[in-house]
């Protein structure tokens, strides 16, 4: 096990603290919570991944300044790719969405909500939209 030692800010998002030293060795899902509470839409990405991109512009498009987690930049990116491929149920790690601190899924079920009317109003009550 290496020892990594972390600052806060960086390049995911200079307002979130990075987890120090003692929470290295924590649960790959117990930080992918604790990521995807620390703002109201939170996307976990792959730098090179074309559905990525799309799933960032649909909500910059909105008018959503979504956090966004570069799995492939991340110094322990193997674990939490495996992770979050967990609770995509299998499929494709990245893009996963959460809103409000909730798992909404890939793309497809973003595009789902978006066609069906509901991906705005849970965009409003996680206070990510206002209009």
């Known amino acids: ?10 390049w995911w998002n200079s307002s979130y603290n990075y987890p120090a030293k003692r929470s290295v060795a924590t649960d790959p899902f117990e930080r992918i919570e604790r990521m995807a509470s620390a703002s109201a839409v939170v996307i ?16 910059c498009g909105m ?8 799995v492939d930049e991340d110094p322990r990116a193997s674990e ?13 790690a990245v893009p996963l969405v959460f809103i409000g601190g ?9 595009m789902a909500s978006h066609i069906s009317g509901t ?5 409003k009550e996680a206070g990510a939209l206002w209009l």
Do not use: I
Not at 54 to 59: E, G, T
Not at 102 to 109: N, P
Not at 119 to 123: A, M, S
């Open 102 to 110: 909730k798992l909404v899924g890939a793309m497809d079920s973003v």
């Open 63 to 70: 008018g959503v300044n979504p956090t966004v987690y570069e």
């Open 80 to 92: 939490l790719e495996w992770a979050l491929k967990r609770l995509a149920g299998g499929a494709s």
């Open 1 to 10: 096990m290496h020892n990594y030692y972390y600052q806060t800010g960086g």
């Open 44 to 59: 976990f990405s792959m730098s090179t991944c074309c559905m990525c991109h799309a799933v960032k512009r649909l909500f």
């Open 119 to 123: 991906l705005v109003p849970l965009l």
